[in-house]
């Protein structure tokens, strides 16, 4: 079962506009990360924000945690044709090593 | 590039039989884990390895096992395959087994069953 969802589920968006993806999750959670994938390949680590932090910045993405409301975001600015991929949340619980828990994902799409 | 390196990239197989995943782990890293992702889904846990030794599994029935070799490189086999089987399989390798560790994935071997 995954302890996330994305929303939304797919996003299209022009190139130069901000796109924002939210991910809900259900159980304490150690840290959180996002995840791009293009194409249904290799998953590439975007950025890991741990439970005590609540935003994290790297170049044009910017991460929020919540952990009051089980929830995270990101935003990515000024958005690229070559951002268009699949962005996956995914948590790590305490206790449970470094098992990643992961949500279904948001499909984005950034046209010319 | 992050060093995971998974073979084969796409493999066929039929109903019934068996097939096993390889996964060459990042140099100095000596933790790797098994995601399975049907189309359209994110990833799910299927087992880690730590060490040589088995340190965690998702649910999947027990026809999905593994191994881990002294040099860190993994593999991951399915017996008696089934049509839903069918998936992109990813290998994650990471330092350690902690929790703060970063995991880095190889591009995947896509499955598919028929």
């Known amino acids: 079962s995954q302890q996330g969802e994305e929303d939304p589920q797919a996003l299209s968006i022009q190139e130069g506009e901000n796109a924002t993806m939210n991910c809900s999750y259900k159980?304490?959670?150690?840290?959180l990360q996002w995840y791009r994938q293009n194409s249904g390949r290799g998953l590439v680590h975007l950025i890991l924000?741990?439970?005590?932090?609540r935003e994290k910045h790297s170049g044009r993405l910017r991460v929020t945690l919540d952990t009051s409301k089980k929830s995270s975001s990101l935003l990515i600015t000024a958005s690229r044709a070559a951002d268009t991929a699949s962005y996956f949340c995914?948590?790590?619980?305490?206790?449970?090593?470094?098992?990643?828990?992961f949500g279904g994902g948001t499909r984005l799409m950034v046209k010319p | 590039e992050t060093g995971v390196t998974q073979s084969p990239t796409h493999l066929i197989k039929t109903r019934g039989q068996q097939v096993t995943l390889r996964c060459s782990s990042q140099s100095g890293h000596n933790t790797v884990s098994w995601y399975q992702q049907a189309l359209g889904q994110g990833p799910q846990f299927i087992f880690q390895?730590?060490?040589?030794?088995?340190?965690g599994r998702g649910n999947f029935p027990p026809r999905f096992s593994g191994l881990q070799f002294p040099n860190y490189s993994s593999e991951l086999n399915v017996n008696a395959l089934e049509l839903d089987d069918s998936a992109l399989y990813l290998c994650?390798?990471?330092?350690?087994?902690?929790?703060?560790?970063?995991?880095?994935f190889g591009q995947g071997t896509r499955l598919t069953v028929v």
């Open positions: 995914a948590t790590r619980r305490n206790n449970a090593g470094n098992m990643l828990t």
């Open positions: 994650a390798s990471s330092l350690d087994r902690g929790a703060g560790t970063e995991a880095f």
């Open positions: 390895y730590y060490r040589e030794e088995e340190n």
């Open positions: 924000i741990r439970s005590n932090e």
């Open positions: 159980t304490s959670i150690n840290n």
